[in-house]
């Protein structure tokens, strides 16, 4: 069984940053992609980030020059650094890992997000 663990979630200010961390844990063997969506207040799940385990890494437009992935393979985590939070990043972030032997997709809980002054 395989639980992916969220964390680093809560309340920022405009321009400031905040980092999230995401862990695949259970009885895998390596994952192959792994990353976040966010979901905002009556909106629908978007696509934010990922991270392959080959260290390639594609982020949504939105938030280029901003957001960064970074993984560790040996340990299934990532993480995402946030840096120049706007109030449209104001969102639940959900993470996914996506089993190399299976290729099932595996989401973690989520963790809110908030940016506010």
């Known amino acids: 069984q395989v639980q992916v663990v969220e964390s680093g979630g809560g309340l920022v200010q405009p321009g400031g940053s905040l980092r999230l961390s995401c862990a695949a844990l259970?009885?895998?063997?390596?994952?192959?992609?792994m990353g976040w969506y966010r979901q905002a207040p009556g909106e629908e799940r978007e696509f934010v980030a990922m991270a392959t385990s080959s260290g390639t890494t594609h982020s949504t437009n939105s938030v280029k020059g901003r957001f960064t992935i970074s993984r560790d393979n040996a340990k299934n985590m990532i993480s995402l650094e946030m840096n120049g939070v706007k109030l449209e990043d104001t969102a639940v972030y959900f993470c996914?890992?996506?089993?190399?032997?299976?290729?099932?997709?595996?989401w973690g809980q989520g963790t809110q997000v908030t940016v506010s002054s």
């Open positions: 259970g009885s895998i063997f390596s994952m192959n992609a």
């Open positions: 996914f890992a996506d089993d190399v032997e299976t290729s099932q997709r595996y």
